[in-house]
């Protein structure tokens, strides 16, 4: 008996299965949004739980062309505290994780960190931290009471790249 068209149906099958499962909505995993002001549940404080980047940059060994990156963030740690004092929005910040841009080079560590005020525009989801020099934008794709997804389009400025690299990080932070 000739088990091949058996086999075959059976390998599309689960093929079909598999491929059917990663579709599922990964927003069921999510806890429910959450409700009324957004700036009162920051005091509490949240700690980076992953970061995940991609971006492009030129191409080390092949200078006339781009090379495209992503992955996932490596050693991620930090946190950001949110306080009030003498009447300002105080935020004590520190992200640290490292990325692998490219098999070949050396990953990158990307450290920021420091104190500045904070601003939360409501009308478009956008988390200000004032920390002179530097401005550090977040936008907020989800707010829940455990957890925060947050993005952002920061430069990474690394002594070995040789240039400054425009990457997106999509952070998650959880209490």
């Not at 088990?3 to 806890?31: A, E, Q, R, T, Y």
């Not at 004590?92 to 990158?108: A, E, K, S």
């Not at 009471?145 to 997106?168: C, F, K, M, Y």
């Amino acid at each position: 008996m000739d088990n091949k068209p058996l086999f075959v149906g059976l390998v599309f099958l689960i093929c079909f299965s598999l491929v059917s499962c990663d579709n599922i909505s990964s927003n069921s995993d999510l806890p429910p949004r959450a409700s009324g002001p957004f700036e009162t549940r920051l005091t509490d404080g949240w700690k980076i739980f992953s970061v995940a980047y991609e971006g492009q940059m030129e191409n080390p060994f092949d200078t006339a062309t781009q090379a495209t990156f992503k992955g996932d963030a490596d050693g991620v740690q930090g946190q950001f505290i949110f306080q009030e004092i003498n009447d300002s929005a105080i935020v004590d910040y520190n992200i640290d994780f490292y990325i692998n841009l490219m098999l070949g080079l050396t990953p990158i560590n990307y450290v920021k960190e420091g104190q500045g005020i904070w601003e939360f525009d409501t009308s478009i989801q956008t988390l200000w931290f004032y920390d002179y020099p530097d401005t550090l934008t977040f936008v907020v794709d989800y707010d829940a009471d455990t957890l925060q997804l947050w993005h952002s389009n920061v430069v990474i400025n690394d002594p070995s790249l040789g240039e400054d690299v425009n990457a997106r990080l999509d952070i998650q932070l959880r209490k």
